[in-house]
């Protein structure tokens, strides 16, 4: 008899002793694998807030025992909140019960549309889309900044990473990216580089934002600006496909067919020369540096290469820019692509 209540015990102690080390390593091991920033909104729910958390913090059952205890279901103040890595389900918690901080780090890279440049900064700030697309499109706002379109502000937005507020409005946040504009721009050897170029940062911002969109290969971003900056130089027209999907409205076209160089567009750099109204998207910063130490040669021309690795072939003459060309459209064939 006694035996037995031994080996009970035994068996309780282990038990006991294995539960209780579990239920340490859960509140008390690491739970989150790398610092991340999390923001909550306002007009999110409970669930919806820990549901966000949760997916950068391991041991949702001690999360959710010890959110309970501590009365966090009463109520999470929205804002961004940053879990460093090694932080257990205990310091998470604790954090979401007495504080957030309120910066976040937002980044800012090439976009189409103000539509969907609102849509990436919503994702990092409390404001929703509807309110940044708002304030891109208010007229007021577009006049203070000194523009007359949405269109027009896209070139205050340099790609960047900036410490923000979340609780920023959409308004200063606008603002605060024309100050980011204007510290870049007023550099000494930005001022510089435009006098080399010949061209206005709201001109560079354009021309850079057609140079993004010809290629992919950042090592050739400046020769493509040195064709542009060419045929700028003697009147001669940009005639950029990206203008004319730009005028078209559709970015998807594989093939730019003469049809589309007669859309009437001011946006059509066949028919019309010079640079566009605005830029036709929010370019990369490679495409920005691109242009402002455009590489000095004498092509006029170029054209993607037949191999369809996103490079291009470059030429002076236009005979030989048409058996470029000719090459290109052979390939095109080949893919069938209309």
């Not at 006991?16 to 306002?42: D, H, K, Q």
């Not at 859309?263 to 402002?292: F, H, Q, R, W």
Request: glycine share 6%.
């Amino acid at each position: 008899m006694k035996k037995k209540i031994i080996v009970i015990v035994i068996v309780v102690v282990a038990i006991v002793t294995i539960l209780g080390a579990w239920c340490y390593n859960m509140f008390y091991s690491p739970a989150v694998e790398e610092r991340t920033t999390v923001v909550l909104r306002g007009d999110e729910s409970y669930e919806e807030m820990t549901a966000k958390v949760k997916r950068s913090v391991a041991y949702d059952w001690a999360f959710d025992f010890y959110a309970k205890y501590l009365g966090l279901d009463e109520g999470i103040e929205p804002g961004a909140y940053t879990f460093d890595e090694g932080m257990n389900v205990i310091s998470v918690v604790r954090t979401l019960k007495f504080g957030s901080d309120n910066a976040v780090r937002l980044t800012i890279n090439n976009a189409r549309t103000p539509e969907i440049l609102a849509g990436k900064i919503a994702r990092q700030i409390e404001a929703d889309s509807v309110a940044v697309v708002t304030a891109l499109r208010d007229r007021t706002l577009i006049a203070e900044m000194g523009f007359d379109t949405t269109e027009a502000m896209f070139s205050i937005f340099l790609p960047n990473s900036y410490e923000v507020y979340a609780d920023i409005s959409p308004e200063a946040l606008v603002r605060r990216m024309k100050q980011e504009s204007d510290r870049y721009w007023g550099a000494a050897e930005r001022k510089e580089q435009l006098a080399r170029v010949g061209l206005t940062p709201y001109e560079v911002m354009t021309l850079a934002s057609i140079v993004h969109e010809e290629t992919n290969a950042r090592e050739e971003m400046a020769r493509v600006a040195g064709v542009y900056v060419n045929r700028l130089n003697i009147g001669m027209p940009l005639q950029a496909d990206p203008t004319l999907k730009y005028a078209a409205g559709d970015f998807s076209i594989k093939r730019v067919l003469d049809r589309h160089k007669e859309i009437e567009s001011p946006y059509n750099t066949y028919k019309y020369a010079g640079l566009p109204p605005t830029p036709i998207a929010m370019p990369d910063m490679a495409a920005i540096e691109g242009v402002l130490n455009y590489e000095e040669h004498d092509y006029l021309y170029f054209c993607a290469r037949p191999e369809m690795d996103g490079r291009h072939n470059f030429a002076k003459t236009l005979s030989e820019h048409n058996r470029n060309a000719e090459a290109y459209h052979r390939a095109l064939n080949r893919m069938n692509i209309r």
